[in-house]
């Protein structure tokens, strides 16, 4: 358990030479012995977040990490700035490096398996072609597990890695004896079809097919894992190009294009139409509306006017803006959020992999009794080469080639297959969380509604015909960008066959945050919000407007010549598979929970039409308010699953147990979740974690039998009957058994086909 620390400051390290995550829990542990710190390791982004009071330095902090046997260095805070394209960081780097060290492993070892698994082409001294492709497999390329074993061997751990290294070591060892000093290394020697168990010294005996086959198998695994973990600060960098790159700053009545970076607090900037707002700041001139959806995640834009303050990053959607800038850099709400992903992200509880679980027992096992067998045998008499024949047997048969498929096959089938149904895995870590989700938080718009405005409505005044009131609403908002005149005008066109005839409108002008005006046969015709009109509108249609407010619709009022003409509700619509998917959750045991920055009158309505219950909403949520929620959630002994798909969820996508971005969505939102649904159909969401429980299941099968192939043979090894063909025929039947049961994930349906 972590200390608390009450005063100080923070700090982010990177972490450099970590493997898993019992890596994770002995930094962490060595962190939080120092007096007054408080550590978090998070193995997935391989970073540490260390709160510490002034009695100690960041460099104290790398030190200590440098003294448990890894690196580490400070993390900069990103923020959105102006560069351009950046240098590759330590972790693409590394990732490089180790693809070319899988692809190099893979030439070199694929002859060596073959020609030991197919007695027909052992030619005249192919053992000693073996030798000279299996050595640099397994002195190079299993380098990363030989450092990491001897890391844990400093610190008293075993891991995988201690297995993997031991027993290529061994294997490679026993091959090399065998060929110099042994029988094995004689022109002529094969290995043959003799399955029939039968003791030896084993001075014939190879296994370099073993250890390098074992040594590029899981290299493809350790690959694949360090590719997926790699994207786990995308999401700092998508939130970075967020951000404006340039901005119109006024100097002396002069308008002039600087870099982002150059702007300061207090200086005054220019927003035209359909640009981002570049920071922070007042309005002091000018009048629009401003989608800011990044920040709320609802899609209608809001007005705003001199005095209002606006934020940046998001867009100015119609006419020019002059503002003040109020907070620039790391103090912009941007860059809170930022803050807000890379602290859920820091903060996101580390899944220990399951094979490295079982190998904290298996693995001690193994060794102790290859030291057993060998004293065994020197006890009773076998004399020295049998002793350590079936001390190397054991070693070598316990290595597990299998095992290295056992997550990389599954993922590989089950995220081709997922690509298939539109969903994107990014890590086994994923499919642990998966297991365990039992609650599923919905962001509202955008997930379970469309994101787009639409006509919900069409009420008109007495004597008035509904088609005129759209008519004429269509021809003044024609022109318009504004997404409520754009669902006005779409509704229109939709009417019968080929839409209404609109009348000719001129003389548009718009209203300063209130709504639009045009004339239509000499008379003006208005569009505005309700509030401009309360008053002068009949008890019917008054209903009407409060109605449609408290079902989380907007009102418009359309005015002519005669007064008001009627009312059209505009609102954000439910996407039509949602309340089956949402029904189809509750089945799945999950509970789904709607949040949402909305109102709590539209979020009831659409959580009434989904089918979610009324204790389940969350509303009036701001980007912060989804985290603390979520964290809520958590602190109630809930595994959270997080759906969202905006800029405004990102943090929260970060911080869920599970998050999962509809592919729909930004790219903050997809770069900070687990999971990417590119149809942006809830079905997607049912189908994502099924699919994920399903290659979860896979690979907890894969590693039952690889672990099973290990026990039943290690008897033989340890009697010292296991002859290679033995040993290479069970690793073969043991890795094929694993590949085949992979495949079958091939076979999984959509859960929307099985409950149609």
């Known amino acids: 358990m972590t200390q608390t620390v009450d005063t100080g400051h923070e700090v982010d390290l990177e972490l450099i030479g970590m493997t898993c995550a019992s890596c994770a829990n002995r930094i962490e542990r060595k962190l939080n012995k120092l007096d007054g710190v408080s550590a978090t390791v998070n193995y997935a982004t391989e970073q540490a977040h260390v709160a510490h009071d002034e009695s100690v330095t960041p460099d104290d902090l790398i030190e200590t990490v440098r003294a448990a046997g890894y690196d580490a260095t400070r993390v900069l805070p990103v923020q959105p700035d102006a560069s351009g394209e950046s240098a590759p ?31 027909a082409w052992q030619f005249t001294n192919w053992q000693w072609l073996s030798l000279t492709l299996a050595a640099p497999v397994i002195v190079w390329g299993a380098l990363p597990f030989h450092r990491a074993a001897f890391a844990g061997l400093r610190h008293g751990t075993t891991t995988m890695d201690t297995l993997i290294s031991v027993g290529t070591i061994a294997a490679f060892g026993w091959s090399l004896y065998a060929l110099f ?4 290394g004689v022109p002529g020697m094969r290995h043959g079809f003799d399955l029939i168990a039968s003791r030896g010294d084993g001075a014939s005996n190879i296994y370099l097919e073993a250890a390098a086959g074992v040594t590029t198998f899981l290299l493809a695994g350790r690959y694949f894992e360090k590719r997926s973990k790699l994207r786990a600060g995308d999401a700092l960098r998508a939130l970075a190009e967020v951000g404006a790159k340039e901005v119109t700053v006024v100097h002396d009545g002069r308008e002039q294009l600087v870099p982002i970076d150059q702007l ?4 005054r900037f220019v927003v035209r139409p359909g640009e981002k707002i570049a920071t922070d700041g007042v309005v002091v001139s000018g009048a629009s509306a401003v989608d800011q959806s990044m920040l709320t995640g609802e899609s209608v834009p809001v007005e705003v006017a001199v005095g209002d303050a606006v934020v940046g990053g998001t867009v100015n959607a119609h006419g020019r803006l002059e503002v003040d800038a109020t907070a620039v850099g790391s103090d912009t709400a941007l860059a809170h959020m930022a803050k807000m992903v890379a602290d859920a992200q820091a903060g996101k509880a580390q899944v220990q992999r399951l094979a490295d679980r079982v190998s904290a027992y298996f693995v001690p096992t193994v060794i102790a009794l290859a030291a057993a067998v060998l004293g065994f045998w020197f006890g009773v008499g076998g004399g020295a080469a049998l002793a350590f024949t079936a001390a190397v047997s054991v070693l070598v048969i316990a290595c597990p080639c299998a095992l290295g498929l056992a997550t990389p096959t599954a993922l590989m089938v089950g995220t081709g297959r997922g690509a298939q149904l539109g969903i994107l895995l990014k890590g086994p870590e994923v499919l642990e969380s998966t297991r365990r989700v039992d609650t599923v938080v919905l962001d509202k718009t955008g997930t379970v509604t469309t994101g787009e405005m639409a006509v919900t409505d069409v009420i008109a005044a007495d004597g008035v015909d509904v088609d005129d009131v759209l008519a004429w609403a269509a021809a003044v908002e024609s022109g318009s960008e504004h997404p409520i005149g754009r669902a ?8 019968g066959v080929d839409g209404l005839d609109l009348p000719e409108a001129t003389e548009f002008a718009n209203l300063a ?14 569009v505005t919000g309700p509030r401009d009109v309360r008053g002068a509108v009949s008890a019917r249609l008054q209903a009407a407007i409060d109605d449609a407010s408290a079902q989380g619709g907007t009102p418009v009022v359309v005015s002519g010549p005669d007064g008001v003409a009627g009312v059209i509700v505009v609102a954000d619509t439910v996407k039509a598979t949602s309340a089956a998917a949402i029904a189809e959750l509750k089945r799945m045991g999950l509970r789904p929970v709607l949040l949402t920055g909305d109102n709590e009158g539209a979020a009831r309505h659409v959580a009434a039409q989904v089918g979610i219950d009324a204790d389940s909403v969350i509303a009036n949520v701001r980007p912060e308010g989804k985290v603390d929620a979520v964290a809520r959630l958590q602190s109630d002994g809930r595994v959270v699953a997080m759906v969202g798909d905006g800029v405004n969820d990102a943090a929260a996508l970060a911080s869920a147990d599970l998050g999962l971005a509809m ?30 429980r399903k290659t979860l299941a896979t690979i907890k099968g894969n590693l039952f039998w690889a672990f099973a192939y290990n026990v039943a043979a290690i008897p033989l ?27 079958r994930l091939r076979g999984f349906s959509s859960r929307r086909s099985l409950t149609a």
């Open 89 to 119: 960081t330590r972790a693409e780097l590394e990732v490089a490096a180790l693809r070319q060290r899988l692809i190099v492993s893979a030439i070199l070892t694929v002859p060596v398996i073959v020609l030991a698994m197919v007695p």
């Open 181 to 184: 000093w042994g029988d094995a």
């Open 264 to 267: 300061q607090a207090g200086m």
């Open 488 to 495: 006005v005008v779409r509704r229109a066109a939709g009417v």
């Open 513 to 526: 945050g209130a709504g639009v005006t045009a004339v239509i046969d000499g008379c003006e015709v208005s």
């Open 663 to 692: 592919g729909t969505g930004t790219d903050v939102a997809i770069e900070a979740s687990d999971l990417t649904l590119v149809s942006g159909d809830l079905w997607a969401v049912v189908d994502a974690i099924a699919l994920a």
């Open 717 to 743: 090894a340890a009697a010292a009957l296991l002859n290679p063909m033995m040993a290479g025929l069970a690793m073969a039947l043991s890795s094929v058994f694993v590949v085949a049961n992979s495949l």
